[in-house]
Each structure stands twice: as structure tokens, then as C-alpha cells.
């Protein structure tokens, strides 16, 4: 079987992607990506080696300026038109779209020539262009159990899949908490401000002085931190980017951050109680943390109503009480086998 995978925009897409395609050639399909120039090194350097790539040219329509909307909607209008008709030559038996402006012509060409189309959403809530899609789809494959924003007279059908993660998580999957008192902050993204504002003053206030702290900042805010720390005689490492992202959660007693898709699900994949904290003007993240918190393993905290106040007498309670970490740590643990639901969706 022929199936194209459509992708792009930024690796929250394109790792998915990825690793469902590995797991449609190794049973036997012939696998084409697409993708737009942003993404094109990481998919051609992660992509099976018996996989095609394919250029797509199209970009977000999110930014602020009429014009630049207008060039986005024009790169994305041809480019559906030039996949239309290379369809009429080389056409898929499926495609399967992972979400972002730049799968749309793919979705729009598969609609045109009647090929069954998956899309897959990332999010709680569904995204601004797997909306816009969803009216050329026939099923909708989802990350969490529930998506706020579905249109209410839709007829796709619904698939719960879950969200594929990269090996390293799968390997430490479900893995029990080591209780060495470490915490990890996860705020190297602009967004992220608010972390590098409260954490460091939280853990200064705490009662228990025997915390080690791994704190991700942006570039320009280590030295700040570093100093903050070991002025307040707390152990830290502070750090602008973390290689091993898995192994610094298993590490990890509970997880301070943001909640993005990906963040969320191998919070899950792996187990561990969190503390999120929904960038405030994006309600995926919000829909994403509203979703952990349901399953007991931590909490989702507004923005407006995250202070270093309630952080440290939360965190003092929960180190305190072993046992309840323990608990959410198992609460939060949600068995991942998306690559496979994915392909058997697809194929089946």
C-alpha cells in the first residue's frame, strides 16, 4: 500500500510523523512525506531510508500582518494545487495528515481524488488548521481521550490514539520515582517567563532545604538563576538546554512547566506528577493540562493564579508525603502504544 504522511511546520508535528512512518515500512508500505522547508532537514535526517520526501510550500497563517496571511494562504493555495496534480500521476491509497498549516494541500489534493484521509490532533482542543481540514477528513485520530471544539454536526469518526514519543521515553517508560528530592523545571521558550519569575523564589521559600533543582531557562537567563541559587544556598543546575529530556524526567520527583501536547504525553508516557502551567493565551495548553489533572497526577494552574506563595506550600506538602507522589506519580502513568494504533487505524 501507498500512503502519504503530510507534516511539517515544527517537530511537535513532525516526530509523530516520523515514527509512524518507520512503523508503516517496516510493515511493508511505501511510505512519501511532505513537508515544508522549515521542518525538511529534521524529516530527511529522521525519516526511514526507504521513504520519499516531498517539498511542500506553505507556512501558518498566524501572523499579525494582512500581507503576510495573504502569502501564507496563497503558498498554501498552490501548493494544494501542484499535490492535486501530482495525485493525478502519483496517487496514495491513504494519506494521513499530522496537524499544522502544512499538511492542508496534502489533505485538500487527497479530497479532491477521494482518498480516504486521517488527521491527527495533537491537543485537548483542536488547532486552527486541523479545524479547517477537518471538513476534507473522514477520521479524526486524537492524543487524549477527549477534544474540546469539534464541530457539533461533524461526521468524522473519532479514533483515540494517543500521541507517538520518541524511543528514549519508551524506554523509561513507567518507571517508578527514585525519591531523591529533585524537581525539574522545564521553561526554555520565551513563553516561559513566568517560571524563571516564580520557581526560584518558591524553592527559597520552602521548609525543605534538601531540594536539587535541574531548571531549563533561555540562554540569556542562566547566569541570573545560577546566582539566585547560590545565593540562597539551593542546589540547582541550570541549564539552557537539555539533551536527555527523558532521562531528566525519570529523574524527577515532580515536573514544573508548561503544557504543551508533547510535554503532557510523556508526562504520561513516563509517569510523573506535575505542576503545569497553561501558557494564557493559548487554550490548547490549558485543554492539555485540564486533561492530566483528570487523571490525578498533578495539577493545572492559570497563570494568574500561579504564585511563589502557593508553590512552595504545595511543594513542601508533597515532599512531605512520599506516598502521595507515589500515587500520582501511578495516576499519571498512561500506557503509550500510539504508533501502533495509529498504523492499524491507517491500514485497517
Given at each position: 500500500?501507498?500512503?502519504?504522511?503530510?507534516?511539517?511546520?515544527?517537530?511537535?508535528?513532525?516526530?509523530?510523523?516520523?515514527?509512524?512512518?518507520?512503523?508503516?515500512?517496516?510493515?511493508?508500505?511505501?511510505?512519501?512525506?511532505?513537508?515544508?522547508?522549515?521542518?525538511?532537514?529534521?524529516?530527511?535526517?529522521?525519516?526511514?531510508?526507504?521513504?520519499?520526501?516531498?517539498?511542500?510550500?506553505?507556512?501558518g497563517?498566524?501572523?499579525?500582518?494582512?500581507?503576510?496571511?495573504?502569502?501564507?494562504?496563497?503558498?498554501?493555495?498552490?501548493?494544494?494545487?501542484?499535490?492535486?496534480?501530482?495525485?493525478i500521476?502519483?496517487?496514495?491509497?491513504?494519506?494521513?495528515?499530522?496537524?499544522?498549516?502544512?499538511?492542508?494541500?496534502?489533505?485538500?489534493a487527497?479530497?479532491?481524488?477521494?482518498?480516504?484521509?486521517?488527521?491527527?490532533?495533537?491537543?485537548?482542543?483542536?488547532?486552527?488548521?486541523?479545524?479547517?481540514?477537518?471538513?476534507?477528513?473522514?477520521t479524526?485520530?486524537?492524543?487524549?481521550?477527549?477534544?474540546?471544539?469539534?464541530?457539533?454536526?461533524?461526521?468524522?469518526?473519532?479514533?483515540?490514539?494517543?500521541?507517538?514519543?520518541?524511543?528514549?521515553?519508551?524506554?523509561?517508560?513507567?518507571?517508578?520515582?527514585?525519591h531523591?528530592?529533585?524537581i525539574?523545571?522545564?521553561?526554555?521558550?520565551?513563553?516561559?517567563?513566568?517560571?524563571d519569575?516564580?520557581?526560584?523564589?518558591?524553592?527559597?521559600?520552602?521548609?525543605?532545604?534538601?531540594?536539587?533543582?535541574?531548571?531549563?531557562?533561555?540562554?540569556?537567563?542562566?547566569?541570573?538563576?545560577?546566582?539566585?541559587?547560590?545565593e540562597?544556598?539551593?542546589?540547582?543546575?541550570?541549564?539552557?538546554?537539555?539533551?536527555?529530556?527523558?532521562?531528566?524526567?525519570?529523574?524527577?520527583?515532580?515536573?514544573?512547566?508548561?503544557?504543551?501536547?508533547?510535554?503532557?504525553?510523556?508526562?504520561?508516557?513516563?509517569?510523573?506528577?506535575?505542576?503545569?502551567?497553561?501558557?494564557?493565551?493559548?487554550?490548547?495548553?490549558?485543554?492539555?493540562?485540564?486533561?492530566?489533572?483528570?487523571?490525578?497526577?498533578?495539577?493545572?494552574?492559570?497563570?494568574?493564579?500561579?504564585?511563589?506563595?502557593?508553590?512552595?506550600?504545595?511543594?513542601?506538602?508533597?515532599?512531605?508525603?512520599?506516598?502521595?507522589?507515589?500515587?500520582?506519580?501511578?495516576?499519571s502513568?498512561?500506557?503509550?502504544?500510539?504508533?501502533?494504533?495509529?498504523?492499524?487505524?491507517?491500514?485497517?
Amino acid at each position: 500500500m501507498k500512503i502519504w504522511i503530510a507534516t511539517g511546520g515544527t517537530g511537535g508535528h513532525v516526530f509523530p510523523a516520523l515514527s509512524v512512518a518507520t512503523e508503516l515500512v517496516k510493515r511493508g508500505h511505501r511510505v512519501i512525506i511532505s513537508s515544508d522547508g522549515r521542518v525538511s532537514k529534521m524529516v530527511k535526517d529522521g525519516k526511514p531510508k526507504k521513504a520519499k520526501m516531498v517539498f511542500v510550500w506553505a507556512s501558518g497563517v498566524g501572523a499579525k500582518s494582512r500581507i503576510k496571511q495573504m502569502i501564507s494562504l496563497m503558498k498554501i493555495g498552490l501548493s494544494a494545487l501542484a499535490l492535486s496534480l501530482r495525485f493525478i500521476f502519483n496517487r496514495p491509497d491513504k494519506l494521513v495528515a499530522f496537524g499544522g498549516y502544512a499538511s492542508v494541500p496534502a489533505v485538500f489534493a487527497a479530497h479532491l481524488w477521494k482518498i480516504p484521509t486521517y488527521l491527527h490532533e495533537q491537543n485537548a482542543a483542536i488547532g486552527r488548521a486541523n479545524k479547517f481540514a477537518l471538513r476534507w477528513v473522514k477520521t479524526l485520530m486524537t492524543s487524549f481521550d477527549s477534544v474540546n471544539g469539534l464541530p457539533k454536526q461533524s461526521k468524522v469518526r473519532v479514533v483515540y490514539t494517543g500521541l507517538p514519543v520518541r524511543s528514549d521515553f519508551m524506554n523509561v517508560a513507567n518507571a517508578p520515582l527514585k525519591h531523591e528530592n529533585k524537581i525539574l523545571v522545564t521553561g526554555g521558550s520565551l513563553g516561559a517567563q513566568i517560571l524563571d519569575d516564580i520557581v526560584p523564589v518558591a524553592i527559597s521559600e520552602m521548609k525543605n532545604k534538601k531540594i536539587f533543582i535541574t531548571h531549563q531557562t533561555r540562554p540569556e537567563n542562566v547566569e541570573k538563576l545560577q546566582r539566585f541559587y547560590a545565593e540562597h544556598k539551593i542546589h540547582a543546575n541550570v541549564l539552557s538546554f537539555i539533551r536527555d529530556m527523558a532521562s531528566a524526567i525519570q529523574d524527577a520527583d515532580i515536573v514544573i512547566g508548561r503544557s504543551g501536547a508533547s510535554t503532557v504525553i510523556e508526562l504520561e508516557t513516563i509517569g510523573r506528577p506535575a505542576i503545569l502551567v497553561p501558557l494564557a493565551i493559548n487554550p490548547d495548553q490549558a485543554a492539555n493540562a485540564e486533561s492530566y489533572a483528570k487523571l490525578g497526577g498533578g495539577f493545572a494552574v492559570p497563570q494568574d493564579k500561579f504564585s511563589s506563595k502557593w508553590l512552595s506550600n504545595t511543594l513542601d506538602e508533597l515532599f512531605d508525603n512520599p506516598s502521595r507522589l507515589d500515587k500520582m506519580a501511578k495516576k499519571s502513568y498512561v500506557q503509550n502504544t500510539a504508533v501502533e494504533k495509529i498504523a492499524d487505524t491507517i491500514i485497517k
